[in-house]
């Protein structure tokens, strides 16, 4: 298993490292609040050919893999791009797969979002793009439902995202019964996946503001990062980046098998997970305490700046938070990741 960058993943990197550099950003990003959308940049992104670079060759898109599209995913949380890409790319290649998806979702003329949780009483209750998606895939009951219609209106919250909820009326049905839950979990898996990697791209950025700044400020006459205590507070943060990063890149690898047909192991016992499922969980806790951990931390060391409008790491500091509470506590997630791992499959 090489976990590394192959060439074209290095060249997709460089490509929208610059794009994001250009288009987005903390400046954008806070223009762009409260409601966490920039349309500008979103027509920007679709000439790129991004909206759709996920779905198969075969049905007209870019035919991208899971472990492309993170690599895309880092480099928008390294710049807060207010752009709902993540969700619109799962939710286009779910489409794809049910044989929902036509040109407007392709290109990104219609925004598509994933209800992150099942519809209750004719509701998808705070959808992550809810307040700009034209196109809404949930679950309800046991049926894959595909709802058009205009953006909700958008929920006030800490990490100014495009959330909302969202009536349910007419939709079509794209699948029922265990084909529908299957891939429903299975693109929720991907949206864990990608949102991990949208959260290492904002650990790295964090830490990078952290230093540059301890290396600026100075207090008697001396950089603040000269001090021993502030060193500790930024050391270990490295070794965070690079484990939650490993981590998702190992969970979309297991997710390119699984969209090959191959099944992943689960052996607690032999230290030996390859389940995409698992790894998706992983991934997103993992990488959602290392952006807490992170931005926590560099927003410390810029001292009462730090909590300043004018500083960036604020941004980052909301942001982290906001995407790892999207389907509720982190706690949640590990009981949910603890019983799949312990409860075995016959009881079950």
Request: a negative charge; one cysteine or more.
């Amino acid at each position: 298993m090489d976990l590394g960058l192959t060439e074209d993943q290095e060249a997709i990197r460089d490509v929208f490292a610059d794009f994001f550099t250009s288009e987005t950003g903390p400046e954008r990003a806070r223009a762009a609040e409260p409601v966490g959308f920039d349309a500008a940049a979103w027509e920007r992104l679709m000439e790129t050919g991004a909206p759709g670079m996920g779905v198969d060759a075969d049905l007209g898109g870019g035919g991208a893999s899971l472990a492309d599209l993170a690599v895309v995913a880092e480099e928008a949380g390294a710049r807060i791009a207010p752009l709902p890409l993540v969700d619109h790319q799962v939710t286009a290649r779910l489409l794809a797969n049910m044989g929902g998806c036509d040109d407007d979702v392709l290109s990104g003329a219609a925004i598509a979002g994933l209800a992150v949780r099942p519809v209750e009483d004719g509701t998808a209750r705070t959808v992550p793009t809810g307040a700009v998606a034209g196109r809404l895939v949930a679950l309800d009951g046991d049926r894959l439902i595909a709802v058009d219609g205009p953006p909700g209106d958008p929920l006030a919250n800490h990490g100014c995202l495009p959330l909302a909820h969202r009536e349910v009326g007419a939709a079509t049905v794209l699948a029922e019964g265990p084909e529908a839950v299957a891939a429903y979990d299975r693109a929720l898996d991907e949206w864990r996946t990608l949102t991990a990697s949208t959260l290492v791209g904002i650990t790295r950025t964090s830490l990078d503001l952290g230093v540059a700044y301890v290396k600026e400020r100075e207090q008697f006459g001396r950089p603040v990062g000269s001090f021993q205590a502030v060193q500790h507070l930024l050391a270990d943060l490295p070794g965070l980046l690079d484990g939650a990063r490993l981590l998702t890149a190992k969970a979309a690898w297991a997710g390119d098998r699984a969209s090959a047909g191959e099944s992943g192991v689960l052996d607690v016992d032999a230290n030996d997970v390859t389940d995409f499922g698992a790894l998706a969980t992983m991934a997103l806790v993992v990488a959602g305490e290392a952006a807490a951990t992170s931005t926590d931390r560099s927003l410390h060391v810029h001292g009462g700046y730090g909590f300043s409008e004018e500083y960036d790491i604020q941004l980052f500091f909301r942001r982290a938070r906001a995407l790892a509470l999207l389907l509720g506590d982190p706690a949640r997630e590990c009981r949910r990741l603890a019983d799949r791992m312990f409860t075995d499959p016959a009881a079950a």
